[in-house]
């Protein structure tokens, strides 16, 4: 393992933080890590730039000597031993810390430091997680949009754990849904489909429309409302909704609500959903992004009394890989003697 030594009395000096080995050669820079010393303190700062990967935990050692930095007989280093050291950083975009020189610093003199760390990266969602997570069923309501919103529907959850208010769209046109009116609603993942297609009635008009919502997810995550659209002018809420219909309604659709549209935006928005899809098989969204998830209301004698609809639910679970890092530098059995 990598740490590093500076004859630096006043000044500042700068090495890179290193994931997943100690050689700069077969590892991977995430960033840096920066020593300042004014003679008295040492401050180092550690900084990831490398935007896939963050920061959890932080081991740091410094000593004028570098056989008091905590290391086995064999000199491997033992970071856990390190003082100062940070842990359950989360996923930091860095991280800091002063220490005061025992002595102070003498021009000319050596400084070891030994800068170790935790660094993670997302590797993808935990949708099942999600779907474990969901209440079975909550009370919501809607409000129906105006001209400049971002969504067909706003859709409110006054309470349990999901309370809150989300961007959200219709998927059923065969119902009617009033606004500002409590409906009791269950509530299902639309990465679930086995339990979306056990509900009764039918969620979705056809089995194969099921096949689609993973390109709704992939709209709902490319933001187009307000952007540039192709060919010309700018993406409206009723392009996206009008979209999501041609994939999981039948025909003839609705053009109820939708305000301002284009059938040639609509055409492209499903034609970058189709595209993803072939290149790069149904759309997964990863961490950060959105979900729908699905709100059915009650049903009575097998009618669903309101419209079905979805909310873009941020995904709160993720995957992470993590890799030990070092601040570049020379390696510890060097040191010896």
């Not at 700062?45 to 932080?58: G, V």
């Not at 307000?226 to 010309?232: I, K, S, V």
């Not at 659709?253 to 492209?268: I, K, N, R, Y």
Request: charged letters at 15%; proline letters at 4%; aromatic letters at 10%.
């Amino acid at each position: 393992a990598a740490g590093g030594h500076r004859k630096l009395c006043e000044g500042c000096t700068t090495t890179n933080f290193i994931a997943g080995g100690g050689n700069i050669n077969s590892a991977t820079k995430v960033g840096t890590v920066e020593v300042c010393n004014d003679g008295a303190e040492v401050t180092v700062t550690y900084t990831i730039e490398d935007d896939d990967w963050c920061l959890d935990e932080t081991h740091l050692a410094i000593n004028k000597d570098w056989t008091l930095i905590p290391q086995t007989k064999t000199h491997n280093p033992i970071p856990g031993k390190f003082r100062p050291s940070k842990t359950g950083l989360g996923c930091a975009p860095g991280w800091e810390n002063t220490i005061t020189l025992d002595g102070g610093c003498n021009q000319g003199s050596t400084i070891y430091i030994a800068a170790h760390g935790v660094v993670k990266k997302a590797i993808g969602a935990d949708l099942d997680y999600l779907s474990d997570s969901l209440p079975e069923t909550v009370q919501m309501s809607v409000t129906y949009p105006d001209a400049n919103d971002l969504s067909y529907f706003q859709l409110t959850v006054p309470s349990s754990d999901l309370a809150g208010t989300y961007l959200s769209w219709c998927i059923d046109t065969d119902n009617v849904i009033y606004e500002n009116t409590l409906y009791n609603a269950a509530v299902y993942s639309s990465y679930d489909i086995e339990a979306l297609q056990a509900h009764a009635p039918p969620i979705l008009d056809e089995v194969a429309f099921y096949g689609n919502l993973p390109k709704v997810n992939y709209i709902i995550n490319q933001d187009y409302v307000g952007t540039t659209a192709c060919g010309g002018g700018t993406y409206t809420y009723g392009d996206v909704q009008r979209a999501i219909w041609e994939l999981i309604e039948n025909a003839p659709f609705s053009t109820s609500g939708l305000g301002t549209w284009t059938q040639a935006h609509v055409d492209c928005i499903k034609e970058n959903a189709n595209t993803d899809q072939t290149n790069n098989g149904p759309f997964v969204p990863g961490c950060g992004d959105s979900v729908a998830v699905i709100f059915a209301p009650d049903t009575v004698n097998q009618v669903i009394l309101a419209q079905v609809v979805f909310g873009e639910l941020d995904i709160a679970q993720c995957f992470y890989q993590d890799e030990t890092a070092w601040g570049d530098g020379i390696e510890f059995a060097a040191d010896r003697g």
